[in-house]
């Protein structure tokens, strides 16, 4: 009777410590990381279970990770050589990273794989991939951005609609403001009721900005990304525009009137807001008082270039099952899972150009039905001056465009001289690794 008894408290021990046969010994153990949305985070376990069920060889792990401290953990686990065989990186770090010598280089693999073809992707989507010319990563949740409308409130105030303009070629920058300021109203008391535009605060105005500084035929940094020059007439254009919509037009809440959330866009209670397509999802849950869809941004004098961004899929640079990893790689950024992630969830955008031109991608039930806004918005895009300071400069131009954005300074030209000096600093010092 003691015998069983120890027996039966050996067998609850070994349930609590993980004692007892390995389920899956024999197999190749791979962990992968990654971040996002419950909705996100539960067809990626599925589509786990489902390559470690087609691939009887391999055990594949999800680590998930709250977005706010995943970076922090990258980190460290980079650090301490421990980690996992296959994660995602935000492409704000990835050229950092990869200088680093953190990550595989796929370029072989990728050659000798008779399934991999560059060509099938968009070519923005393989760009940001590269450094020094050779693959270091597989792009997921990638897109451009663009408008979300609230077609409902345009209607209301007797606007044509934004992506009708877009077709003829009539939606530019001009036209958005008078579309804004003609959105905005107030109630009985002169408080405001609701705003044509959301304009963001700070650093996070680069989506909106980057469209607006290369529609007037600015840009941000040099091309060798060496010096900035958003000081130079065509940013200054753009910034001022921005700041005006909120200041001068009072078209955009500031950012007192924007605490809690009073004024987003699900509210019901703006009009417009740039953003991504990983944005849809969510507006679907939650949108049902009001109609809604998306359009391109508007026309400068230069045209109507985007941004473009995804993140990285990439594979630790000391795991022991390489071949492994890029299997499992290429099931993740896999046509099918492509169709699950991003023409069924709506989460992203297809880095594949047939999947993106299909009828399935193209054609909807559901809002947004202007599907081919968003092939527009890669189509027409390029990349943001990403490099390994990305961060320390970001950090210096945001804490100067925080002072015009929330008022303290209303002139763009004074205020992005400061910046310039700040940013060219940064830009001439050596990076630490």
Not at 58 to 83: C, D, G, N, Q, R
Not at 284 to 297: A, E, G, L, T
Not at 368 to 396: C, D, G, H, K
Request: net charge positive.
């Amino acid at each position: 009777m003691r015998r069983l008894s120890r027996l039966v408290l050996f067998g609850l021990l070994c349930s609590v410590v993980g004692c007892g046969p390995d389920p899956y010994a024999g197999k190749v153990k791979l962990r992968y990381m990654a971040w996002g949305n419950p909705e996100q985070m539960d067809l990626e376990q599925r589509l786990c279970d489902e390559f470690n069920a087609k691939n009887p060889d391999i055990h594949v792990s999800f680590l998930k990770v709250p977005v706010t401290e995943y970076f922090l953990k990258l980190m460290l686990m980079l650090a301490s050589h421990s980690a996992p065989d296959v994660m995602r990186v935000d492409h704000y770090n990835f050229p950092d990273l990869v200088a680093k010598g953190y990550f595989y280089d796929l370029t072989d693999m990728a050659a000798k794989d008779p399934t991999f073809h560059r060509s099938d992707f968009f070519p923005q989507a393989i760009e940001e991939c590269l450094y020094n010319r050779r693959l270091y990563a597989l792009n997921v949740l990638f897109g451009g951005d663009l408008i979300y409308y609230n077609k409902t409130m345009f209607q209301e105030a007797g606007l044509e609609d934004p992506a009708d303009m877009a077709k003829k070629g009539t939606w530019t920058w001009d036209k958005f403001r008078e579309c804004a300021i003609k959105m905005t109203r107030k109630d009985s008391d002169g408080r405001p009721k609701q705003f044509g535009f959301g304009a963001p605060t700070g650093a996070s105005t680069f989506p909106v900005l980057a469209c607006a500084i290369w529609g007037y035929g600015g840009d941000m940094l040099d091309k060798d990304l060496k010096h900035a020059v958003f000081d130079q007439p065509g940013a200054v254009k753009a910034f001022q525009m921005i700041a005006d919509f909120r200041w001068k037009d009072h078209c955009s809440p500031t950012q007192s009137q924007g605490a809690n959330s009073l004024f987003s866009f699900e509210s019901g209670k703006l009009g417009m807001v740039f953003d991504f397509m990983g944005m849809t999802p969510r507006y679907r849950k939650m949108i049902h008082k009001f109609q809604w869809d998306v359009c391109p941004v508007p026309s400068g004098p230069f045209g109507n270039t985007t941004l473009c961004k995804g993140n990285q899929l990439v594979i630790y640079n000391e795991t022991a099952h390489p071949k492994e990893a890029w299997r499992f790689e290429r099931f993740i950024t896999s046509e099918s899972t492509e169709n699950e992630l991003y023409v069924k969830l709506r989460r992203c955008f297809p880095t594949r150009k047939a999947m993106a031109y299909s009828p399935e991608y193209l054609k909807t039930k559901q809002p947004p039905y202007n599907n081919w806004a968003f092939v527009q918005s890669v189509a027409n895009s390029r990349a943001l001056p990403i490099n390994n300071r990305w961060a320390e400069w970001m950090t210096a131009f945001g804490s100067e465009i925080d002072n015009l954005m929330a008022g303290r300074e209303r002139d763009a030209a004074t205020v992005l001289k400061r910046a310039k000096v700040k940013v060219d600093k940064i830009l001439s010092e050596e990076a630490g690794f």
